[in-house]
């Protein structure tokens, strides 16, 4: 069993600060003549959702039911944010449009991902008092629909303490788990959630304490827990990875090893994979260690970004589950895709019966023309109707791990038909590829690819390496 098999759908509900990630990449090759500052030309811009909506892009990712309680402004930025929040699948039917400005983050990206600034355009006022009125009524009548409510507070003027603890309060009285992404030091606004989320500066911040061993960290933990009387303090750390706080004895989760890229956005991640997990009923040890993998699969990442189901699940599959994490049923092909949007997808098939250096070089070749190796892989039904009664040597489920073990296999699909041609329609491939004993033509799923911009790439194969002639000499 894989994380596929045990995150389900859930309805979960973000309350926050969003705004829109704009970034500017470009280069800087002088200095101004007007003064002393560099000259940055702009080369490319794109925007992403951030803050709130960026826990919410990551709860989709992780394929959950996302539902965004928020405002934005009636200006470009709010337009481009839901335009953007809806294309994700966000429920944004409690996404209201206020007098203030939308939040806009614009970072500036030169040579090698540097970023060289920011420019922050923002209103961190509190809320008119018809706004919160208006949110509030939209959350009484939707409440009962959800299964965990996030709070990611920015301190951008939503999350006002009279505001957050109405929420809070509301929650405990329908028996909903709150997590809280917290960033003001007045702790008591945060009083009654389940569970809070403070980095290290924030825990001093909270407590007043210190926060640099261990020891001091465990204590200060606590300290917030007593302080907003809640279940669980998550403190994120860092390189140093996380620290959970509770009725038990406090648990420390080691950072993944990762080259680190850029930290924005991976307390989101974290948050958005501990709710999933909560809402599946996880127990709370593995939900956060499940968080935490996620959040180290984002700092390898420039940029705000989401990161997928999928993604993670490659990530623990060695960890919890071993090769079965790469094997997937036929019917997760189409989420396949869905999931991972912004990959290019490779895809193989064949009988792989005996496994063999032809196979594996060519594998090797296949994984190198994209982000994702897809196998699909025949079943022993499958191998019997197109070699013979004798057919298979190894059964479906061997030859799919040991296909599995390869470290540049992504994922394996046992699919029963005598081609692939269904799989190769519900995973919507960016490349197929096959070995040159074919020709072109007769490439199973050829139409398809190239239907949507795709492509047949044949490989070279190793002479005189086949598992009817290893078969002959046996």
Same mark, same amino acid.
Do not use: W
């Given at each position: 069993?894989?994380?596929?098999?045990?995150?389900?759908r859930?309805?979960?509900?973000?309350?926050?600060?969003?705004? *829109?990630?704009?970034? #500017? =990449?470009?280069?800087?090759? /002088?200095?101004?003549? &007007?003064?002393?500052?560099? %000259?940055?030309?702009? !080369?490319?811009?794109?925007?992403?959702?951030?803050?709130?909506?960026?826990?919410a892009?990551?709860?989709?990712?992780?394929?959950?039911?996302?539902?965004?309680?928020?405002?934005?402004?009636n200006?470009?930025?709010?337009?481009?944010?839901?335009?953007?929040?809806?294309?994700?699948?966000?429920?944004?039917?409690?996404?209201?449009?206020?007098?203030q400005?939308?939040?806009?983050?614009?970072?500036?990206?030169?040579?090698?991902?540097?970023?060289?600034?920011?420019?922050?355009?923002?209103?961190?006022?509190?809320?008119?008092?018809?706004?919160?009125?208006?949110?509030?009524?939209?959350?009484?009548?939707?409440?009962?629909?959800?299964?965990?409510?996030?709070?990611?507070?920015?301190?951008?003027?939503? *999350?006002?303490?009279? #505001? =957050?603890?109405?929420?809070? /309060?509301?929650?405990? &009285?329908?028996?909903?788990? %709150?997590?809280?992404? !917290?960033?003001?030091?007045?702790?008591?606004?945060?009083?009654g959630?389940?569970?809070?989320?403070?980095?290290?500066s924030?825990?001093?911040?909270?407590?007043?304490?210190?926060?640099?061993?261990?020891?001091?960290?465990?204590?200060?933990?606590?300290?917030?827990?007593?302080?907003?009387?809640?279940?669980?303090?998550?403190v994120?750390?860092?390189?140093r990875?996380?620290?959970?706080?509770?009725?038990?004895?406090?648990?420390?989760?080691?950072?993944?090893?990762?080259?680190?890229?850029?930290?924005?956005?991976?307390?989101?991640?974290?948050?958005?994979?501990?709710?999933?997990?909560?809402?599946?009923e996880l127990?709370?040890?593995?939900?956060?260690?499940?968080?935490?993998?996620?959040?180290?699969?984002?700092?390898?990442?420039?940029?705000?970004?989401?990161?997928?189901?999928?993604?993670?699940?490659?990530?623990?599959?060695?960890?919890?589950?071993?090769?079965?994490?790469?094997?997937?049923?036929?019917?997760?092909?189409?989420?396949?895709?869905?999931?991972?949007?912004?990959?290019?997808?490779?895809?193989?098939?064949?009988?792989?019966?005996?496994?063999?250096?032809g196979?594996?070089?060519?594998?090797?070749?296949?994984?190198?023309?994209?982000?994702?190796?897809?196998?699909?892989?025949?079943?022993?039904?499958?191998?019997?109707?197109?070699?013979?009664e004798?057919?298979?040597?190894?059964?479906?489920?061997?030859?799919?791990?040991?296909?599995?073990?390869?470290?540049?296999?992504?994922?394996?699909?046992?699919?029963?038909?005598?081609?692939?041609?269904?799989?190769?329609?519900?995973?919507?491939p960016?490349?197929?590829?096959?070995?040159?004993?074919?020709?072109?033509?007769?490439?199973?799923?050829?139409?398809?690819?190239?239907?949507?911009?795709?492509?047949?790439?044949?490989?070279?194969?190793?002479?005189?390496?086949?598992?009817?002639?290893?078969?002959?000499?046996?």
């Amino acid at each position: 069993m894989s994380l596929l098999d045990i995150i389900g759908r859930k309805n979960i509900l973000v309350i926050g600060d969003v705004m *829109l990630d704009t970034y #500017f =990449t470009g280069e800087v090759q /002088r200095i101004s003549p &007007e003064a002393p500052v560099p %000259v940055f030309r702009k !080369v490319r811009e794109r925007s992403v959702p951030g803050g709130a909506a960026n826990v919410a892009v990551n709860l989709v990712a992780a394929g959950q039911n996302v539902s965004l309680l928020s405002l934005i402004g009636n200006d470009s930025a709010g337009r481009k944010l839901r335009g953007q929040l809806e294309k994700a699948n966000i429920n944004c039917e409690m996404l209201i449009t206020g007098k203030q400005n939308t939040v806009q983050k614009i970072r500036f990206i030169a040579e090698n991902n540097q970023q060289v600034m920011r420019l922050d355009e923002e209103d961190t006022g509190e809320l008119e008092s018809d706004d919160y009125c208006h949110l509030m009524d939209l959350l009484h009548k939707k409440i009962n629909h959800f299964s965990v409510l996030i709070l990611s507070d920015y301190l951008k003027g939503l *999350l006002s303490p009279e #505001f =957050t603890q109405r929420i809070l /309060r509301l929650a405990k &009285e329908h028996g909903i788990r %709150v997590l809280a992404d !917290v960033k003001d030091s007045r702790a008591k606004k945060y009083k009654g959630a389940y569970l809070l989320k403070p980095n290290l500066s924030e825990l001093r911040m909270m407590t007043d304490l210190p926060v640099e061993t261990k020891e001091e960290i465990i204590t200060a933990a606590y300290r917030l827990r007593d302080i907003c009387q809640c279940a669980y303090v998550l403190v994120t750390m860092g390189s140093r990875g996380m620290l959970l706080a509770g009725s038990e004895s406090p648990l420390l989760i080691k950072a993944d090893d990762h080259e680190v890229f850029d930290v924005t956005g991976a307390g989101d991640t974290a948050l958005a994979y501990l709710a999933a997990s909560l809402a599946n009923e996880l127990q709370l040890g593995q939900a956060v260690e499940i968080a935490n993998h996620a959040a180290g699969l984002q700092v390898t990442k420039m940029g705000t970004s989401a990161i997928s189901l999928y993604e993670v699940n490659r990530e623990l599959s060695h960890i919890f589950y071993g090769t079965a994490g790469k094997i997937l049923d036929q019917e997760m092909a189409s989420e396949l895709r869905e999931s991972e949007p912004e990959k290019k997808i490779v895809f193989t098939n064949g009988c792989f019966d005996i496994l063999h250096i032809g196979h594996v070089r060519s594998l090797e070749q296949a994984a190198k023309l994209g982000d994702l190796l897809v196998i699909g892989l025949n079943s022993d039904a499958s191998v019997r109707h197109l070699k013979g009664e004798n057919r298979p040597i190894n059964s479906a489920k061997d030859r799919a791990e040991l296909l599995a073990s390869l470290e540049y296999v992504d994922y394996v699909i046992i699919f029963e038909e005598d081609t692939p041609y269904e799989l190769i329609r519900q995973i919507r491939p960016d490349v197929i590829v096959k070995g040159k004993d074919y020709k072109l033509e007769e490439v199973v799923g050829k139409d398809i690819v190239e239907a949507y911009g795709g492509k047949v790439v044949l490989v070279d194969l190793v002479e005189g390496k086949s598992t009817t002639g290893i078969l002959q000499k046996m």
